[in-house]
Each structure stands twice: as structure tokens, then as C-alpha cells.
């Protein structure tokens, strides 16, 4: 179940345990990768003056595998290259894929607090990812006000 790459040796409980750890290591840098990279986008969202729910937005663009729209939120990265984003979108994929094999299903995010920063134009967003499972994690996702939306920093 979710360890198809250990079929050959036993796994202890520690090992699980610390495999997972590792996976959720690997999802947090990840995001970081992502946030740190490109886009500009026309997407309206429901609640454009909601951190929190900007945040969940995101997160399933990335589950439902809608790559550009997610890369075209990233503000970091508004005069890059169309060469660049394409590179960016490249690796995207494979780490959500890489994900995908390691990890079930998520089926459901929630946005667990929003903390907006300096003069109202920062914002992390903790968010709560549950997987088909039942397993449960945590993750930050960090948010910039930009182009009157709130968009990935």
C-alpha cells in the first residue's frame, strides 16, 4: 500500500514512519520550489480578498494537474521567459507524478488559519491536506497581494 519501490525488503514501523517524514519533506520543498518560480494570470477566484482561499485554490490546481495556472500564479516570476515557465511547468509534473506514486489521493484541502503580515499585503496560509487513506498533512503556503489578488510568493 504506497511503498511499491520497498517490495523486495520488509519494512520496519520506524522506517515507515521515517519514510513518511521524508515524503513530507520532499512535498514541503516542493512548494517552495514552486513558490519561488514564475507566472502572471487572468483567473478571477471566488474571494479574491481571501487569503485562505487563494491558498486552497492553488493546492487543487496543483491535485487536478492544472499546471499553467499555477505556474501563472507565482508572482515571482512575472517577466520570466515563456522557455523558463515551460522548464518550470516540466518540473512541476514530475514532482506532483513523483508524489502521486509515493502518496494516495488527496481528496480534500482546507485552509486551517491565514496570518496576514505587514501592511495587508503578506499572508501564510496554513493548509490541512487529507488523503484518500485518511492520513493528514499540514503545509504553508505562502501568498503575496499583487495585481488586486492575492497570488503564490
Known amino acids: 500500500m504506497g511503498f511499491q519501490g520497498h517490495a523486495d525488503k520488509d519494512l ?67 517577466s520570466a521567459s515563456e522557455d523558463y515557465k515551460n522548464k518550470m511547468k516540466i518540473l512541476v509534473k514530475q ?13 480534500e484541502i482546507e485552509c486551517l488559519h491565514a496570518d496576514i503580515k505587514y501592511d495587508g499585503s503578506y499572508a501564510n496560509t496554513f493548509l490541512r491536506l487529507r488523503y484518500a487513506g485518511d492520513s493528514t498533512e499540514t503545509v504553508m503556503l505562502p501568498l503575496v497581494w499583487s495585481d488586486g489578488r492575492w497570488r503564490l510568493r
Open 12 to 78: 520496519y514501523p520506524s522506517e515507515i514512519k521515517k519514510e513518511k517524514t521524508e515524503m513530507r519533506a520532499l512535498f514541503c520543498l516542493f512548494l517552495l520550489l514552486c513558490l519561488f518560480s514564475c507566472g502572471k494570470s487572468n483567473k478571477v477566484l471566488t474571494s479574491r480578498d481571501n487569503p485562505g482561499d487563494a491558498a486552497v485554490y492553488y493546492a487543487w490546481c496543483i491535485v487536478e494537474e492544472k499546471y499553467d495556472e499555477y505556474i501563472q500564479a507565482m508572482q515571482s516570476c512575472d
Open 95 to 107: 514532482m506532483v507524478r513523483q508524489r502521486r506514486s509515493q502518496q494516495d489521493s488527496c481528496v
